[in-house]
């Protein structure tokens, strides 16, 4: 049951196999004891899998379709790249008078988070993007990035403190604010998935829509989650066991804006400047959308603050590759 999409965004996450010889090498973990059926598509503009252990292979499949379905009901939520999804109005408009409960779920939390990790999670550093985006686009090589006026600028208008969720709706507070839910809405949607199979009944399964969770019986082994080597891409820098919680990984190189790598996505709301003290960082939650939130915070904030994000988040361990590759985890 392979459905196949083109892959449109940088992963740092692959599932390893623990046995040699499994019927969907790649993707397993133990000499399957039913078997493994596997959905590959796409959401939220990049590739998308489901792995489920189960005897009957149809009611999986029509199990999988209403997830399926339910990815798509919630890309119209979420997407920037839709032009008529909730979070394009919202930007574009600055209000929304009527929000779904997703959004207004997703909005709460992401406030919610921003507080917990002292500003280092923030969904409205979206004119950062648009900024160095559309420099870049403009000047390839340049070395420098955007003037400094123009990026304190945008980092004025980053606050996640600005968006009012009162009274049902959604508003920004201030002209030219916008918002993105790349950090948090793609872990939201893997907990939306994995709750629908899971009151359906599956277990032994893996829902990897861009972050991590596995869904996992008494007795199952682990899941071994090979962790991307953000300095070359064709190897995996080490292997972090996942059972009945989720993963993230957040890293600068997923989208730069240079050749060098220097100027990315991960924005220091402080500063206006794309973060510099990792390479990367993963974290493992009880939930991928935390997880998701977790890992762009530590990305942004550094190792020096990884034991009290942890804490604050309720995660349970951090692994975060710094720019000389140093290798630092903590666990608590």
């Not at 790649?26 to 503009?45: D, F, H, I, M």
């Not at 990790?117 to 409205?124: E, H």
């Not at 199979?197 to 199952?220: F, K, N, Q, Y």
Request: aromatic fraction near 6%; charge should be positive; include cysteine.
């Amino acid at each position: 049951m392979k459905v196949n999409a083109p892959l449109t965004r940088r992963r740092a996450l692959t599932v390893l196999a623990a046995a040699a010889g499994l019927p969907l090498a790649g993707v397993s973990r133990t000499a399957a004891r039913a078997p493994e059926l596997e959905w590959r598509g796409e959401a939220l503009g990049g590739p998308a899998r489901i792995v489920i252990r189960h005897p009957d292979r149809h009611r999986v499949q029509r199990i999988v379709e209403h997830c399926v379905g339910e990815i798509d009901r919630l890309e119209a939520v979420f997407s920037l790249y839709r032009p008529h999804s909730e979070l394009t109005q919202l930007n574009a408009e600055g209000r929304l008078a009527a929000p779904s409960h997703d959004l207004r779920l997703v909005m709460a939390e992401a406030r919610r988070f921003g507080a917990l990790s002292g500003s280092a999670f923030d969904v409205t550093v979206q004119p950062l993007w648009q900024l160095y985006s559309r420099h870049f686009a403009r000047h390839p090589a340049d070395r420098e990035g955007p003037a400094q006026r123009r990026v304190a600028r945008a980092a004025g208008l980053a606050d996640y403190r600005n968006i009012d969720c009162d009274n049902g709706r959604i508003a920004l507070s201030r002209r030219g604010m916008a918002v993105t839910l790349n950090g948090i809405a793609q872990g939201y949607i893997t907990d939306r998935i994995a709750d629908l199979l899971r009151d359906a009944g599956m277990t032994g399964v893996l829902v990897d829509l861009g972050e991590i969770r596995a869904l996992d019986a008494p007795g199952d082994a682990p899941w071994r989650i090979g962790i991307e080597d953000p300095r070359d891409r064709s190897r995996m820098i080490g292997t972090l066991p996942l059972q009945g919680a989720a993963l993230a990984t957040s890293g600068g190189y997923g989208m730069p804006f240079d050749p060098d790598g220097r100027f990315h996505h991960l924005f220091d709301p402080a500063t206006g400047r794309s973060a510099g003290q990792c390479l990367s960082a993963s974290a493992v939650a009880p939930y991928a959308m935390t997880a998701d939130a977790l890992a762009t915070a530590l990305a942004v904030a550094g190792p020096g603050r990884s034991h009290g994000l942890l804490t604050a988040f309720g995660g349970s361990h951090a692994r975060l590759t710094l720019r000389d590759g140093t290798v630092v985890e903590d666990t608590l």
